[in-house]
């Protein structure tokens, strides 16, 4: 079953949850060396925990857009599919699209979209219907 992000009216596909973990582990182990939470708290802990509340929304996207410069700055390669195996790949290894130039865009869930574009479109509609953004 797939992940997906849920506003009060509103669902966002993700991926598997293998594909989303993948994208904290990613940011944990690449940007923050390793200190869970300690930079980008609310993606890291409120985010990751299954939640953000309405009034981080906003600390989130800034977070969000923080990482998401970073990330560009990292090759494909660089991904972590697992913090706790450093050394396993993702199912489709190396095989990935030309399209794919960096870590910013390199989670793209199965619909094509990019992930970092679903996360801030749902965390807009989670602030226009004044409600907490939440993993399902």
Same mark, same amino acid.
């Given at each position: 079953?797939?992940? +997906?992000?849920?506003?009060? +009216? =509103? @669902?966002?596909?993700? /991926?598997?949850?293998? =594909?989303?973990?993948?994208?904290?582990?990613?940011? &944990?182990?690449?940007? #923050?060396? %390793?200190?869970? %939470?300690?930079?980008?708290?609310?993606?890291? #802990?409120?985010?990751?925990? /299954?939640? @953000?509340?309405?009034?981080?929304?906003? #600390?989130? &996207?800034?977070?969000?857009? &923080? @990482?998401?410069?970073?990330?560009?700055? *990292?090759?494909?390669?660089?991904?972590?599919?697992?913090?706790?195996?450093?050394?396993?790949?993702?199912?489709? /290894?190396? &095989?990935?699209?030309?399209?794919?130039?960096?870590?910013?865009?390199?989670?793209?869930?199965?619909? %094509?979209?990019?992930? =970092?574009?679903?996360? =801030?479109?749902?965390?807009?509609?989670?602030?226009?219907?004044?409600?907490? *953004? @939440?993993?399902?």
């Amino acid at each position: 079953m797939g992940v +997906h992000l849920r506003t009060s +009216h =509103f @669902i966002y596909e993700v /991926g598997s949850s293998e =594909f989303f973990i993948s994208f904290f582990d990613t940011i &944990e182990i690449r940007l #923050t060396k %390793g200190l869970f %939470g300690k930079n980008y708290p609310v993606v890291l #802990t409120d985010f990751y925990s /299954g939640k @953000i509340s309405l009034d981080k929304l906003e #600390t989130a &996207e800034k977070e969000l857009a &923080e @990482i998401r410069k970073r990330l560009k700055r *990292l090759k494909p390669y660089k991904v972590v599919w697992d913090k706790n195996d450093l050394a396993r790949q993702p199912p489709w /290894g190396n &095989e990935i699209s030309e399209d794919v130039t960096n870590l910013s865009n390199y989670f793209v869930p199965s619909d %094509g979209r990019d992930l =970092f574009e679903v996360i =801030f479109r749902a965390i807009e509609m989670a602030k226009k219907e004044k409600c907490e *953004l @939440i993993i399902e």
